[in-house]
């Protein structure tokens, strides 16, 4: 449904009235076009206002046990984020009054597990009074259950305001399709919608502006449908094994100390012999949300294959071991092509976004490339920490420039390193979510 909304009109010495479209489909918002010669910031109005805290927030993590070498995303970022924060203290007393509970949504079912234990600690309150309940969801899906399930939670408070809910997936109907009968100029398109589980929101903005999803005061921690985009972070295990790898190599050429800290460490001007890497096999996944990525390692081989480029070391192909494996360990091959290779390319599944890889890249001190992502992670804007090429034909450009251009691919990876190590590290993360404004994890802050 499509309609006009007349702005407030403004008294002084002009008189102006703007004018507002605003587009829901399926519960979900528009996304603006993306182009090359575009660059999209977040304009999302917010109340600045920041309480200061004198004793850390305690959390409650659920669940509070996981098998180690399973924990993914609950080993590297929910509890490593809470202990090493010194924001946070981590309980383990389900029936303390000053924590607030963060859940990892893949490792503890929403209906089946929190839901119960909510309503058990409720039954046994003598003050009935909500709780704020920080449910993230790491996977590629689940969000119609989430939504059934906030909707138990809300009915045993009888508000919404105290769930606080973070999703990879908060964009969908995301599908790049390549049709070979196109130029490769033309830009990616059917690049999904924002996920709402709610219509009253008021105002939508659309154009080169993201939703106007949030009032400011007190309605900024609010649920009222808004959907938070989660991102994966830096693992601490990766940046460990990156520093390990690189003392190594300065010890065997007769350099460098057992210090490892970033500090002390530039991996931007490492001697990187590998010129460019995609991290996946041409004709992978095809029936699993994996044929853009196929396309783009097909791009990428018949740009390798040009008399121009018979000097350019591409590699194309996964490295290390993916999937579950690849989330709960660190793998050397991997490790070392990261830190010898000058540009990493990444590149989203067909019908979500978001993955390991980018953070990876960017803690390694590459230069990372990337296909549209809404938004861009935290603080990370496309030519001051990342590239974001849009088509087949940017991503050839782009990357002949940059081989050819060490001074701007060298600026570029060292901003992104650095707000990578200083923004993403998983304590930022969750402090971000917990204490501070959750404009700042939606990635509207820049």
């Excluded at 507002?20 to 600045?48: A, G, K, Q």
């Amino acid at each position: 449904m499509t309609s006009l909304i007349p702005m407030r009109v403004m008294i002084g010495s002009i008189l102006v009235v703007g004018v507002i479209m605003h587009l829901f489909i399926h519960n979900s918002i528009l996304l603006p076009e993306y182009t090359e010669h575009e660059i999209i910031e977040d304009r999302l109005v917010v109340d600045e206002t920041t309480t200061t805290r004198t004793t850390p927030q305690k959390v409650l993590a659920l669940p509070m046990e996981w098998e180690e070498h399973l924990g993914g995303e609950w080993k590297h970022f929910l509890i490593e984020g809470i202990e090493q924060s010194p924001k946070l203290q981590r309980t383990m007393d389900v029936n303390d009054a000053d924590a607030v509970w963060a859940v990892d949504m893949g490792r503890f079912k929403c209906s089946t597990e929190l839901v119960p234990l909510i309503q058990k600690r409720w039954e046994h309150m003598d003050t009935k009074t909500g709780w704020d309940i920080f449910v993230l969801n790491w996977g590629d899906f689940e969000n119609e259950i989430s939504k059934v399930c906030f909707a138990m939670i809300s009915e045993i408070f009888g508000s919404s305001r105290f769930i606080h809910y973070w999703t990879r997936s908060s964009i969908i109907n995301r599908n790049i399709v390549h049709d070979p009968k196109e130029s490769e100029n033309v830009t990616f398109h059917e690049l999904g919608q924002y996920l709402n589980f709610s219509e009253e929101l008021g105002v939508t903005a659309t154009g080169l502006e993201y939703p106007l999803l949030y009032k400011g005061g007190h309605d900024r921690h609010l649920f009222h449908g808004v959907v938070h985009t989660l991102r994966y972070g830096v693992r601490t295990d990766i940046v460990e094994h990156i520093h390990r790898e690189v003392n190594q190599k300065r010890s065997s050429g007769g350099s460098g100390s057992d210090e490892s800290s970033d500090e002390q460490m530039d991996l931007v001007d490492l001697p990187r012999p590998k010129d460019a890497a995609h991290f996946w096999p041409v004709n992978a996944d095809l029936g699993n949300f994996g044929t853009h990525r196929s396309n783009i390692s097909k791009a990428l081989v018949d740009f390798g294959a040009l008399a121009q480029n018979v000097n350019v070391t591409l590699t194309i192909n996964a490295v290390g071991i993916r999937k579950r494996r690849g989330r709960n360990s660190v793998h050397i091959a991997y490790i070392k092509k990261l830190v010898r290779t000058k540009i990493i390319i990444v590149s989203q599944r067909d019908n979500w976004q978001g993955h390991y890889r980018l953070m990876e890249g960017l803690a390694s001190g590459a230069l990372v490339m990337t296909d549209p992502m809404f938004p861009l992670p935290f603080h990370i804007s496309n030519g001051e920490h990342v590239v974001v090429y849009d088509s087949i034909g940017s991503l050839k450009r782009l990357l002949t420039f940059y081989l050819e251009h060490d001074e701007e691919r060298l600026k570029i990876a060292r901003a992104g390193h650095r707000v990578a190590m200083s923004e993403h590290r998983s304590w930022n993360m969750m402090e971000r979510m917990i204490l501070g404004d959750p404009m700042e994890a939606f990635g509207a802050k820049q």
